[in-house]
């Protein structure tokens, strides 16, 4: 039997516990002041150098991290040393149970289900979804996404069709409206008691969603340029926060350079997870699926079983 993520949380937090005190049986504490025991926390957030940890009792501390530990990001536990009621040092990352990362550069850690949050305005784009969904694939989490702003569409039946050949593939799509209301209760009751991320574009919705499921956060929102239908880059700092009814939520900035990133061709064939049972039936092993004779996807393709819009997104990004 596999444990949760909140068991083995607990275990190796009793083990932390115990490393601790073995660290300070060990350095004769004798003269040092209460404060500079070991405890184990979580990373809130993390601001350039600075990280804000929060320990056992909710209680939120300013750290700057040892330099020989790993970058550190929400979602992760560590090992810190008070130096007096509100700052501290980092002195031990914990083991991870996964970590979120683009291009090489961790977003968050430790998270169970992250939320793909697209909207009708800034419309969203299949080559960026499928930009995002490869992300998400590689860190090999539950994902589901969230079309926001359905209010706006005059035609949702296309907008459901286009999300189709996500469904199909078994990601659960959910429509929402933060102005309307539309489809907000039910993903409060989705979001209990585990650990979330919402990941997407600037100006999505992803602060005004988070707004909806924690309302005395108040987290700051911003209007979408007129112009260019495009967010502000309201949020700057992925920052972790506790849902009251159970659970936590992830807020992280849209980052602009998505679009950009280079994936290497391995990433992106793990982020097409349907084309995952033909691959092994390709005639060369080293298929890259593009114009290879008896290639097992493009036999997919012919015959319907993989969806002609993403094989395109595949070719575009493995280009
Ligand atoms: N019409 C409409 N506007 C919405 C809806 N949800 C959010 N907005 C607006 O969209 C704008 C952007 O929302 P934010 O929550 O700041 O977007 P974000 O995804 O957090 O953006 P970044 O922090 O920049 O990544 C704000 O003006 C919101 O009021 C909705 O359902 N319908
Ligand atoms: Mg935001
Ligand atoms: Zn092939």
Same mark, same amino acid.
């Given at each position: 039997?596999?444990?949760?993520?909140?068991?083995?949380?607990?275990?190796?937090?009793?083990?932390?516990?115990?490393?601790?005190?073995?660290?300070?049986?060990?350095?004769?504490?004798?003269?040092?002041?209460?404060?500079?025991?070991?405890?184990?926390?979580?990373?809130?957030?993390?601001?350039?150098?600075?990280?804000?940890?929060?320990?056992?009792?909710?209680?939120?501390?300013?750290?700057?991290?040892?330099?020989?530990?790993?970058?550190?990001?929400?979602?992760?536990?560590?090992?810190?040393?008070?130096?007096?009621?509100?700052?501290?040092?980092?002195?031990?990352?914990?083991?991870?149970?996964?970590?979120?990362?683009?291009?090489?550069?961790?977003?968050?850690?430790?998270?169970?289900?992250?939320?793909?949050?697209?909207?009708?305005?800034?419309?969203?784009?299949?080559?960026?979804?499928?930009?995002?969904?490869?992300?998400?694939?590689?860190? @090999? $989490?539950?994902? +589901?996404? #969230?079309? !926001? *702003?359905?209010? &706006?569409?005059?035609?949702?039946?296309?907008?459901?069709?286009?999300?189709?050949?996500?469904?199909?593939?078994?990601?659960?799509?959910?429509?929402?409206?933060?102005?309307?209301?539309?489809?907000?209760?039910?993903?409060?009751?989705?979001?209990?008691?585990?650990?979330?991320?919402?990941?997407?574009?600037?100006?999505?919705?992803?602060?005004?969603?988070?707004?909806?499921?924690?309302?005395?956060? @108040? $987290?700051?929102? +911003?209007? #979408?340029? !007129? *112009?260019?239908? &495009?967010?502000?880059?309201?949020?700057?700092?992925?920052?972790?926060?506790?849902?009251?009814?159970?659970?936590?939520?992830?807020?992280?900035?849209?980052?602009?350079?998505?679009?950009?990133?280079?994936?290497?061709?391995?990433?992106?064939?793990?982020?097409?997870?349907?084309?995952?049972?033909?691959?092994?039936?390709?005639?060369?092993?080293?298929?890259?699926?593009?114009?290879?004779?008896?290639?097992?996807?493009?036999?997919?393709?012919?015959?319907?079983?993989?969806?002609?819009?993403?094989?395109?997104?595949?070719?575009?990004?493995?280009?």
């Amino acid at each position: 039997m596999s444990l949760t993520r909140r068991q083995q949380w607990h275990i190796e937090k009793i083990q932390a516990e115990r490393i601790a005190r073995a660290n300070k049986a060990s350095s004769n504490t004798e003269n040092l002041p209460e404060t500079t025991e070991a405890q184990i926390g979580l990373v809130i957030t993390r601001y350039g150098q600075r990280l804000l940890i929060e320990n056992s009792s909710g209680n939120l501390i300013q750290c700057t991290a040892r330099r020989n530990i790993d970058p550190c990001v929400a979602g992760d536990q560590v090992i810190f040393q008070a130096v007096d009621n509100d700052s501290g040092v980092v002195t031990a990352l914990l083991r991870r149970d996964n970590a979120l990362e683009r291009s090489h550069k961790l977003i968050a850690a430790n998270i169970d289900e992250l939320w793909l949050v697209v909207a009708i305005e800034p419309h969203y784009q299949f080559d960026l979804i499928d930009r995002y969904l490869i992300v998400a694939q590689n860190a @090999n $989490l539950a994902i +589901n996404i #969230i079309v !926001n *702003k359905i209010e &706006l569409s005059d035609n949702i039946n296309q907008v459901k069709k286009d999300f189709a050949m996500y469904e199909d593939i078994s990601y659960p799509v959910h429509y929402l409206s933060v102005k309307t209301q539309i489809g907000i209760d039910t993903l409060k009751t989705q979001l209990n008691d585990k650990a979330h991320i919402f990941l997407g574009q600037s100006g999505v919705g992803k602060s005004s969603l988070i707004n909806q499921l924690i309302p005395k956060l @108040n $987290l700051r929102v +911003n209007e #979408i340029s !007129n *112009k260019s239908k &495009l967010g502000k880059h309201t949020t700057t700092a992925t920052t972790l926060y506790h849902i009251p009814t159970g659970g936590d939520l992830i807020d992280s900035p849209g980052v602009r350079e998505f679009q950009l990133d280079t994936l290497n061709a391995k990433e992106i064939l793990e982020g097409f997870k349907e084309f995952k049972p033909f691959i092994s039936q390709c005639k060369f092993r080293n298929c890259a699926h593009i114009n290879e004779p008896n290639c097992a996807v493009k036999n997919a393709l012919e015959t319907g079983n993989i969806h002609p819009k993403r094989y395109e997104s595949y070719l575009a990004l493995i280009a």
